[in-house]
């Protein structure tokens, strides 16, 4: 049997090409034989990482059914089919397919967005199988396989290589290192040794950029690093979002509040005011409709709904709808650098010393292995950054390169850390060199002095190796660019890169997206800490926070540094630190888990492997979509499908709106609810008729209720929205400031409504005309409560009435509905109303403006633009 050929458990990186070759019984001219492959494949399985099934729309449609709120309309339904009228059961029934409609088809075509997004693996792989050279599906690898890899093809599995030629691979999605790593087949003793460090290994997944290979895989599917880090994500359960705690609360409450009252009221009316029993229990069903909130799961789907279109329109798409808000209440977003802060592209940003630019640019483009590919060029990352800035300095690449072909090569490799070609110039060898400084300076006897070129002695030399100490303490990447020429024609190795001129030094970066300064301020302004977890080196990561305005006051901690820390002290560190450097998933993890443990709400951003079970475990987890891996956007809420981190930004902004807008439209809903019990019940108990009839309600509950909340779902965003620190995340959604604005708000329209009502019975004892203005009064009064519950702060004439247009609309309907019943005695009939004098319209028009608009007078004294 094969010893360890289904785990990676064994340090695969400690054992030698030989013994790597023995192990996995294979051999590394033939390969595998197709039979043997066979066995592996049945005994490995194939090499894919395992996917979660999908469920049916059906299933997640019966699974919908189970929320509280949707279970109590379902049983509301049921009695009033019993006991009133079978058409409003309809009704109900037919509110409940919508809504779960809704629900489960939005959540489904977030799956498929998500879906679409997904860049797909390699499709094949170059394998040695019976002595033979052969392209194979990249499932049916399996270990003791021999491949090749290649130049811009990724890696199959993961693999300990045993022939290396000029060989770099980008693992940044996996280690979170921007630049390629050097490979080479030489053993390593350390069993300790990072993955990162692990130079004689390749993974799946990674890109190899440079340069080919052979190798022996030693791990396949889930048995990879990729495998171990999706299976770890999976294994970390999600923390409940703030909408699912609220929707607890809410259907504990709600559902008693209202039944106690819908059953209190016609109880009052038969056996205190001896009112007739039929009509007073058609009154507690109606009241029992009205009352219980059956509309909070579509107000509170509509809400999320629309936050999430209006997310896609900004290039964030919701993997999962209750997610969206919980953005709203993120106190710290932990994100990668590699592609999140950064571009993940090399650029040259710095040379040494600036005049010698030209001559260091025609360098960078003769010693050079990358290619123009249409408006760019393809190769490794350091060489197009090289071609990018001669031809932003305005080289053209593909000519000079035309007129003067290379005649000889050395390419790069991990002894020399240089590489040289020889063109002709000026009918001469002209020899250009680039490479590592340490490499290159020992080499050179000269150096440029503006334009004259002088002698390199020893002082000289210290003086460049200071400027490259400096240089990478900004987190660059340097290069020593020299040359010479040849009046010989003796091209052998040991000529051509002796006796050198250096012409100075090229740095490179990583460099940040140009936006991500001003973001990062933002949220600072929205009280958002940002901090900074990487893969990559302390320098690189201390540079790019120095560039986006990261708080770096505190140093970098490795994670080494991490591993030495208690749990205690972990929690000390992340209050303090803000950039973390040489992290691996195990230490994403934990410190997400240390600032949960703070009281903190996290959002993770991220786009590689490395990044997932952080993205899974935070209360918000941002995967990028175009660069990110599978593995990421799987566990993320959130994928951008701009990898652009001022989405970011506006995903919070939106999910503050979001709950504000919410609490806006619940606040209103259940100050209508409210105020209707009040206005029923204070009539009863002085022993005069309900003020509306079964009709009204019914039609106040079916037309006005879901209408008015579904225009709070477009209301704008307050002028201080993002100058407002996060909200607790520990903070009831009804907490004494929305209970004391829903009695606030209920107060002043059951005041109007009553007032007009009892004014009207006890001046005309005429139920008909009372009723009509209670009805009258209640449709004008809960328009305007809602076009003064639009803001909470801002006064509604700062914030422009005319900017939420659905309101307008709904407003507008309103009071076509008014004139029509008032004027169409068929419409009076069915409604039952009645006809009113000049002087009681003006009584209800006085009433609702005062008892609704009293609070814009406050909010006009407290508020500070």
């Known amino acids: 049997m094969i010893e360890h050929p289904l785990t990676n458990d064994f340090p695969w990186h400690t054992a030698s090409v030989d013994e790597t070759i023995a192990r996995l019984q294979t051999n590394q001219t033939n390969g595998l034989t197709d039979p043997e492959a066979g066995r592996r494949l049945t005994q490995a399985g194939p090499n894919t990482l395992a996917v979660e099934r999908p469920e049916s729309f059906w299933h997640e449609f019966f699974e919908e059914l189970h929320e509280p709120m949707v279970l109590m309309l379902l049983v509301t339904g049921v009695l009033y089919a019993i006991w009133g009228e079978v058409s409003e059961a309809i009704t109900i029934f037919v509110i409940i397919l919508t809504l779960n409609t809704v629900e489960v088809t939005n959540e489904q075509r977030s799956k498929r967005a998500i879906a679409s997004l997904r860049k797909l693996a390699e499709p094949t792989a170059s394998v040695r199988r019976g002595g033979h050279f052969t392209e194979l599906p990249v499932d049916q690898i399996v270990p003791g396989d021999v491949i090749l890899l290649q130049d811009g093809r990724r890696v199959p599995a993961d693999a300990h290589l045993v022939e290396v030629y000029s060989l770099s691979v980008d693992e940044s999605a996996l280690t979170g290192e921007s630049l390629p790593v050097e490979k080479s087949a030489a053993f390593i003793a350390n069993p300790e ?104 799961p579509i107000i509170i789907t509509m809400v999320l709904s629309l936050g999430a279109f209006r997310l896609s329109k900004k290039h964030a798409i919701a993997r999962r709808l209750n997610a969206v808000e919980s953005l709203g209440s993120v106190t710290v977003i932990a994100t990668d650098k590699t592609g999140t802060l950064t571009e993940n592209r090399m650029a040259v940003t710095r040379f040494e010393p600036a005049g010698a630019k030209e001559r260091l640019l025609e360098i960078g483009v003769f010693c050079n292995d990358a290619v123009p590919d249409g408006m760019d060029f393809r190769g490794d990352a350091v060489d197009t950054a090289l071609l990018r800035a001669a031809q ?72 460049v190796l200071d400027c490259v100490d400096g240089m990478a303490a ?3 990447r340097v290069l020593a660019l020299a040359e010479r020429t040849l009046d010989a024609e003796n091209l052998d190795l040991e000529i051509v890169e002796s006796g050198l001129a250096f012409i100075g030094l090229v740095g490179l970066q990583d460099p940040p997206r140009p936006e991500v300064r001003q973001a990062i301020a933002t949220c600072r302004r929205a009280g958002v800490r940002a901090i900074m977890i990487t893969g990559d080196h302390p320098l690189t990561a201390r540079a790019i926070a120095r560039q986006v305005g990261l708080d770096g006051d505190f140093g970098v901690v490795t994670g080494p540094e991490l591993d030495q820390l208690s749990d205690r002290e972990l929690k000390e560190t992340v209050r303090r630190v803000s950039i973390f450097a040489r992290a691996t998933p195990e230490h994403k993890l934990r410190i997400v888990q240390a600032l949960q443990a703070l009281g903190e709400r996290v959002a993770v951003t991220g786009d590689g492997v490395n990044d997932a079970p952080a993205l899974a475990a935070a209360d918000i987890g941002v995967a990028m979509g175009e660069t990110g891996t599978d593995v990421a956007r799987e566990a993320g809420d959130l994928v951008l499908a701009d990898d652009n981190f001022t989405t970011i930004l506006h995903a919070v902004e939106e999910g503050r709106l979001i709950f504000e807008n919410l609490k806006k439209g619940v606040r209103y809903y259940l100050a209508c609810k409210v105020a209707l019990i009040m206005i029923n019940l204070l009539p009863t108990l002085l022993l005069v008729p309900v003020p509306f009839a079964p009709v009204q309600i019914i039609l106040m509950e079916l037309f006005m209720d879901l209408m008015a909340a579904a225009s709070f779902v477009v209301e704008g965003p307050e002028s201080d929205l993002l100058e407002r620190k996060p909200r607790d995340p520990k903070a009831k959604f009804m907490d004494g400031a929305m209970i004391g604005g829903i009695l606030t708000s209920a107060l002043g329209l059951f005041i109007a409504i009553t007032t007009v009502y009892l004014v009207t019975w006890y001046n005309t ?69 009645a006809p009113l004098t000049g002087s009681q319209w003006s009584m209800i028009l006085i009433a609702t403006f005062i008892g609704t608009f009293w609070m814009e007078v406050k909010k006009r004294i407290t508020f500070k633009k």
């Open 193 to 296: 040794t990072p993955l990162a460090d692990r130079q004689n290994m390749v993974y799946s997944s990674t890109l190899v950029s440079r340069g080919k290979g052979w190798a022996v895989v030693v791990a396949t599917g889930m048995s990879t690093e990729i495998g171990r880090i999706a299976g770890m994500a999976r294994e970390v359960r999600e923390p409940r979002t703030p909408l699912q705690n609220m929707m607890e609360e809410l259907s504990k409450i709600l559902v008693w509040f209202a039944l106690g009252f819908s059953i209190l009221v016609p109880l009052v009316g038969i056996l205190l005011a001896h009112q007739p029993p039929k009509q007073m229990l058609l009154t507690g069903l109606s009241l029992a409709f009205a009352t219980i909130p059956e509309e909070m």
């Open 392 to 463: 932003t300095a305005g080289m053209d690449v593909s000519a000079s390169r035309k007129a003067r072909p290379i005649v000889a090569e050395f390419p790069f490799d991990n002894n020399r850390k240089c590489m040289s070609t020889v063109t002709r110039k000026d009918d001469h060898a002209w020899v250009a060199v680039k490479g590592a400084p340490e490499s290159i300076l020992p080499q050179c006897i000269l150096k440029l002095d503006g334009k004259k070129v002088v002698s390199f002695d020893t002082a000289a030399k210290q003086a």
């Open 474 to 476: 900004d987190g660059l």
């Open 765 to 833: 004892h005429d139920i008909a005309v009372s009723q009509t203005t209670a009805f009258f009064g209640w449709l004008i009064g809960h328009v305007l409560l809602a076009f003064n519950l639009r803001s909470e702060r801002q006064p509604v004439f700062q914030a422009g009435l005319s900017s939420n247009r659905m309101m307008l609309a709904w407003a507008g309907a309103v009071a076509v509905f008014l004139l029509l019943v008032s004027v169409i005695p068929g419409a009076r009939q069915l409604m039952k109303a």
